[in-house]
């Protein structure tokens, strides 16, 4: 099976601007999870969603939002840009999202806000 | 927030030795999970332990798990250079599901 993959790898904003990340989940993986990684706050959990809701979320201001397609496939966005946003983004992807389940992370979107 | 604490933040060995890394937690846990990360790329599952398993073993890798004290071990026999990298521990709990509670990490940095 394919793992999970992230688009684009590498992108460049500037403040103010918003941007889109997309992330597709192992097939038949219906559980999609975001995380932001800075050198600073490490690992923070972003949102979490299944079957095209959203079941949980971390503690991050409005301008983090994102959504989930009917097959699975899962987009965050940033509006609003700042240069604290500037970070690795990480999405990870379970078949159900249950506790007893391993995430597969996917390689990530490394975000940089100039 | 975070939820677990590795320990140490930073450890260096020569190829050959063995690395242990530590994590604590602070709140009940359905299961406790390990990754590792090479420079700034994405989290390798390494592997996954249960609440109510004490010890797993995957290759060269030993996980313990000591729920009365909250706190896990990772053991990597017999290091390579290419066990250079970040290692995580990562908590999961019932009430939050998908939803992964991560260390700050341990650098372990393998010398040839």
């Known amino acids: 099976k394919a793992g999970v993959t992230q688009t684009p790898r590498y992108l460049i904003k500037t403040r103010g601007q918003q941007v889109t990340l997309s992330c597709s989940p192992i097939?038949?993986?219906?559980?999609v999870s975001w995380y932001q990684q800075t050198p600073g706050q490490g690992l923070q959990f972003l949102f979490e969603y299944f079957s095209e809701t959203q079941r949980n979320k971390g503690n991050f201001p409005g301008r983090f939002s994102g959504r989930q397609f009917s097959n699975s496939r899962s987009e965050m966005n940033v509006s609003t840009l700042e240069l604290g946003d500037s970070a690795l983004y990480l999405c990870?992807?379970?078949?159900?999202?249950?506790?007893?389940?391993?995430?597969?992370f996917g390689p990530g979107t490394r975000l940089l806000v100039l | 927030s975070q939820q677990g604490e590795e320990d140490p933040q930073a450890l260096s060995i020569q190829e050959g030795e063995n690395a242990t890394m530590n994590c604590s937690y602070k709140t009940s846990i359905n299961n406790l999970q390990w990754y590792r990360q090479n420079s700034g790329r994405g989290l390798v599952h390494l592997i996954l332990?249960?609440?109510?398993?004490r010890e797993k073993h995957s290759g060269r890798l030993r996980v313990t798990l000591d729920t009365s004290k909250k706190s896990s071990s990772l053991l990597i026999t017999a290091s390579r250079a290419a066990d250079t990298a970040s290692y995580f521990c990562?908590?999961?709990?019932?009430?939050?599901?998908?939803?992964?509670?991560f260390g700050r990490g341990t650098q372990l940095t393998v010398w040839p």
């Open positions: 332990i249960r609440s109510n398993e």
């Open positions: 990870a992807s379970q078949q159900l999202g249950t506790v007893q389940e391993t995430q597969y």
């Open positions: 097939s038949g993986h219906r559980s």
């Open positions: 990562a908590t999961g709990r019932g009430s939050t599901l998908g939803r992964l509670y």
